[in-house]
């Protein structure tokens, strides 16, 4: 196995392809790119090996298996499905020291974070906290879901009609409410710039008091522990997506998309000793005993056996962070995470409980002629950034969405994607 920094895999991987010198086995992040590698030749159609491939598929179920396939040929073996991490999160003891509750509506979410600024919840005499931060579009999750909207690049089913977070039609009133936000100074100015985590490090440093994040993020160990440490006294709890007109999301989820889409390079089948060891490889993570290892690592070393229960031990949690690389066939997702985190599992349970707007972006592998999608997310991610900090004005957002189509064809490939889903039965 060769492992490459994350930021620099996708440029290492194009240099060895173009250079003739293949992985037998290699993967990519979505089934667009995997349709590139196809379409390239250079991908091992897996359908005659399905049926030895059965260990695989009868841990994922047939759903989840099916991911794999393009047209009817299984190209991929997708690890297992995640689940989601993320929820809204509040400092409890500013809301206590306010005589403030957390809050269940729009109405409310902004009382608190007006309060967070005005009303100096630090104590410290200045006037230099942020009700609510976070990172990008990913900060305005439960905000646009309360008005059922998922993120700009979002594609999901409403009313039974297939949109886009650009076009749905609430989507100017989600942006209002947040730019209404935005423009009290309500929410940290630089939501879109923070990168690396920024946006925590300013809410455990207590200059913010609502973020918009993962469990791993607050309440794993490393994490509390960081936050206990900048300020003893601060309390960091979950509370549900406030309701709004649109219902009550925590944003959106893709559960068509897979963590991990593997494929093995069609160079491999002139060697089918070679093929079958990767398949053994593959089939091996899937069973009792391999899902184990690479799930847990090693017995009474990152683990220990009691009476049939599985109980993590510290090491477990400091040293599996990247045991993720050698789940091949995916995990037992929720089963792992109460395992390993069971001191937080309640944490774990909540993200996932908070309902969802269901992303089907996973779904999408091709593209009809003319449009170019990276254009078009920069044009949508560049453009709502406008309406959001008052750069454009909102009484042009009709006219966004009309470019989005005379310029980038956008009708088009949401005509393109209602048909790959109606393919896949992901909608009718």
Same mark, same amino acid.
Request: proline share 4%.
């Given at each position: 196995?060769?492992?490459?920094?994350?930021?620099?895999?996708?440029?290492?991987?194009?240099?060895?392809?173009?250079?003739?010198?293949?992985?037998?086995?290699?993967?990519?992040?979505?089934?667009?790119?995997?349709?590139? $590698?196809?379409?390239? !030749?250079?991908?091992?159609?897996?359908?005659? &090996? #399905?049926?030895?491939? *059965?260990? @695989? =598929?009868?841990?994922?179920?047939?759903?989840?298996?099916?991911?794999?396939?393009?047209?009817?040929?299984?190209?991929?073996?997708?690890?297992?499905?995640?689940?989601?991490?993320?929820?809204?999160?509040?400092?409890?003891?500013?809301?206590?020291?306010?005589?403030?509750?957390?809050?269940?509506?729009?109405?409310?979410?902004?009382?608190?974070?007006?309060?967070?600024?005005?009303?100096?919840?630090?104590?410290n005499?200045?006037?230099?906290t942020?009700g609510?931060?976070?990172?990008?579009?990913?900060?305005?999750?439960?905000? $646009?879901?309360?008005? !059922?909207?998922?993120a700009?690049?979002?594609? &999901? #089913?409403?009313?039974? *009609?297939? @949109? =886009?977070?650009?076009?749905?039609?609430?989507?100017?009133?989600?942006?209002?409410?947040?730019?209404?936000?935005?423009?009290?100074?309500?929410?940290?100015?630089e939501?879109?710039?923070?990168?690396?985590?920024?946006?925590?490090?300013?809410?455990?440093?207590?200059?913010?008091?609502?973020?918009?994040?993962?469990?791993?993020?607050?309440?794993?160990?490393?994490s509390?522990?960081?936050?206990?440490?900048?300020?003893?006294?601060?309390?960091?709890?979950?509370?549900?997506?406030?309701?709004?007109?649109?219902?009550?999301?925590?944003?959106?989820?893709?559960?068509?998309?897979g963590?991990?889409?593997?494929? #093995?390079?069609?160079?491999?089948?002139?060697?089918?000793?070679?093929?079958?060891?990767?398949?053994?490889?593959?089939n091996?993570?899937?069973?009792?005993?391999g899902?184990?290892?690479?799930?847990?690592?090693?017995?009474?070393?990152?683990?220990?056996?009691?009476?049939?229960?599985?109980?993590?031990?510290?090491?477990l949690?400091?040293?599996?962070?990247?045991?993720?690389?050698?789940?091949?066939?995916?995990?037992?997702?929720?089963?792992?995470?109460?395992?390993?985190?069971?001191?937080?599992s309640?944490?774990?349970?909540?993200?996932?409980?908070?309902?969802?707007?269901?992303?089907?972006?996973?779904?999408i592998?091709?593209?009809?002629?003319?449009?170019?999608?990276?254009?078009?997310?920069?044009?949508?991610?560049?453009?709502?950034?406008?309406?959001?900090?008052?750069?454009?004005p909102?009484?042009?957002?009709?006219?966004?969405?009309?470019?989005?189509?005379?310029?980038?064809?956008?009708?088009?490939?949401?005509?393109?994607?209602?048909?790959?889903?109606?393919?896949?039965?992901?909608f009718?």
């Amino acid at each position: 196995m060769s492992t490459v920094a994350m930021n620099d895999y996708e440029n290492q991987l194009n240099v060895r392809l173009a250079a003739g010198n293949f992985p037998d086995a290699f993967e990519v992040d979505s089934t667009s790119k995997l349709k590139a $590698f196809v379409d390239k !030749g250079l991908v091992l159609d897996l359908t005659p &090996y #399905v049926a030895k491939l *059965k260990p @695989v =598929s009868d841990f994922q179920g047939q759903a989840d298996f099916d991911r794999g396939k393009l047209q009817g040929k299984q190209y991929a073996i997708v690890r297992d499905a995640d689940v989601p991490f993320s929820s809204f999160w509040v400092r409890q003891d500013w809301l206590t020291k306010l005589n403030l509750k957390a809050p269940t509506n729009l109405d409310e979410l902004y009382t608190v974070a007006k309060a967070f600024v005005e009303q100096d919840p630090d104590g410290n005499g200045k006037k230099d906290t942020f009700g609510i931060t976070g990172f990008e579009f990913e900060a305005f999750s439960s905000i $646009f879901g309360a008005f !059922g909207v998922g993120a700009p690049d979002a594609l &999901y #089913v409403k009313n039974g *009609k297939l @949109v =886009s977070g650009a076009t749905d039609p609430q989507a100017k009133d989600a942006i209002a409410y947040a730019k209404k936000l935005l423009d009290e100074g309500l929410i940290d100015p630089e939501i879109i710039t923070n990168k690396n985590n920024a946006d925590v490090d300013k809410a455990f440093q207590g200059k913010a008091g609502i973020i918009f994040k993962g469990w791993n993020n607050i309440s794993r160990k490393t994490s509390y522990d960081k936050y206990k440490s900048i300020n003893p006294n601060a309390e960091w709890v979950q509370f549900d997506s406030p309701v709004g007109p649109g219902g009550k999301f925590a944003g959106g989820f893709d559960y068509t998309k897979g963590p991990a889409y593997f494929m #093995v390079s069609k160079s491999v089948e002139k060697d089918p000793a070679k093929l079958q060891k990767i398949i053994d490889v593959f089939n091996y993570t899937a069973t009792e005993e391999g899902l184990r290892l690479v799930s847990y690592g090693v017995e009474n070393k990152h683990y220990k056996m009691d009476g049939g229960k599985l109980t993590a031990l510290p090491a477990l949690d400091t040293e599996g962070t990247n045991f993720w690389i050698y789940q091949l066939a995916g995990r037992n997702e929720l089963e792992y995470l109460k395992t390993k985190f069971a001191y937080i599992s309640k944490d774990v349970q909540f993200a996932i409980d908070q309902p969802r707007i269901k992303m089907l972006n996973g779904a999408i592998y091709e593209y009809p002629a003319g449009f170019n999608k990276a254009d078009a997310d920069r044009y949508v991610k560049e453009e709502t950034i406008k309406f959001l900090f008052g750069k454009r004005p909102l009484t042009e957002y009709d006219s966004f969405t009309k470019e989005l189509d005379t310029t980038f064809k956008f009708n088009a490939f949401m005509t393109s994607a209602e048909n790959q889903l109606k393919e896949k039965k992901l909608f009718q």
